[in-house]
């Protein structure tokens, strides 16, 4: 079975999960710890899914490792019912340093959006930082050139 097809397995877990595919269509499973795993260094080309036990989308860390392991696809699964990806079809240069400059320029305006979101009541108050994140990486994605997307499992 493919990894789309696994990933609900991981919801839940207490331990960060990550499943890989491999090039002929078989997964591997790494267990981690409560906000880690350690990968193997042969990634390059490769898809893998893993869960956020804390909930939390993207971090700079997920987007260090689909850089520096050349992944095609990485995917992050949450238990309140969020798939999250990241894909460079164009095969976009990206650099780590830059991703993270974006990432803190666009802080101030994803923080605005999301403020006026909490007052016109479409999002709330405890989701502010999630959508704040949310909202940063589509603009990252889009000044930088690859595919972000988030959507409900």
Known sequence: MGLKKNEIL????PLEIVLVEEKDGSLTTIIGGKNYVDLPNNLKGKKISH???????????????????????????TKDGFIYSIRNPKKTKLDFTEI????????????KLSDKKVEKGL????D??????????ELIAKEKGFLYEQKKW
């Open 123 to 126: 999002i709330k108050e405890s």
């Open 100 to 111: 993270k400059k974006s990432y803190d320029k666009f802080y101030d305006e994803a923080k």
């Open 10 to 13: 991981l919801v839940g877990s």
């Open 128 to 137: 502010i930082k999630k959508e704040i994140i949310r909202i940063q990486w």
């Open 51 to 77: 869960n956020h036990p804390t909930n939390s989308p993207f971090s700079l860390e997920d987007m260090k490792v689909f850089i520096e392991g050349q992944l095609s696809e990485i995917r992050v699964i």
